[in-house]
């Protein structure tokens, strides 16, 4: 099925919005990889085989073409030599299931790392300590000109509630606040009327909504 065309921005961000409806909670891990193995895509589907509810799903886009005609170092975006990402989108409702499905993510993730990589996709890099500890993997080898892009551009950090960026040693700074409506991917979305969980946030991903956001 060919479903290659020019879309509308609106019609691209919300394609998926049946997926995640309002009032979900969400959290969502990705690697690089550059093949699908046998041992991969069996391992792959013992996890899914446990996911911990039925909208729960897991995601293979492919990559190459055009994206891979630019070099690593000719954007900010460092992962375009890799062949496929894999995302891990926990699902569910009930926040007494948040260790269950965060839990399931991270674990599938780990059993997943093998293949990988090493890359990861910014806007699904995880909670607090675990983004911080990806940094490297999100940014890959642009992680210190970015900083210096960013160190110049934005001393004072007024971009840093909009994106997690990398930091110059000795900055000083963190971008970690609690979680409002624009908590998302890689994240565990508050739904409405429930304590948003402690998150960083980043440009791209999910609104507690789950609407898109452009990264």
């Known amino acids: ?24 909670r969400y959290y969502m891990k990705t690697h690089f990889l550059d093949e699908l193995t046998d041992t991969g895509i069996d391992t792959l589907l013992e996890w899914y ?17 055009a994206v891979a005609r630019v070099g690593d170092d000719e954007s900010a975006f460092a992962h375009r030599s890799a062949r496929f990402n894999l995302s ?12 269950v499905a965060i839990g399931w993510a991270r674990s599938t993730w780990e059993e997943m790392r093998p293949f ?9 890099s995880g909670l607090d300590d675990e983004a911080e500890h990806l940094r490297g993997a999100v940014h890959g080898p642009n992680e210190l000109r970015l900083a210096e892009i960013r160190h110049e551009y934005d001393p004072h ?24 409506p624009a908590a998302g991917g890689g994240r565990a979305a508050a739904a409405p009327g429930h304590r948003p ?3 960083a946030v980043r440009g791209g991903g999910r609104d507690a909504r789950g609407r898109r956001h452009a990264a």
């Open 116 to 124: 990988s990589n090493g890359g990861v996709y910014l806007n699904f």
């Open 1 to 24: 099925l060919d479903m290659s065309g020019l879309l509308p921005y609106v019609a691209a961000q919300s394609g998926a919005d049946e997926a995640f409806p309002p009032g979900g």
């Open 49 to 65: 085989a446990r996911r911990p509810t039925p909208e729960t799903l897991v995601a293979i886009r492919t990559l190459g073409g």
């Open 88 to 99: 891990i989108d926990a699902t569910w409702v009930d926040p007494t299931m948040d260790a």
């Open 197 to 199: 969980v402690r998150a």
């Open 157 to 180: 950090g007024v971009f840093a509630a909009a994106a997690r960026r990398p930091c110059l040693p000795g900055d000083g700074e963190t971008a970690w606040h609690d979680a409002g």
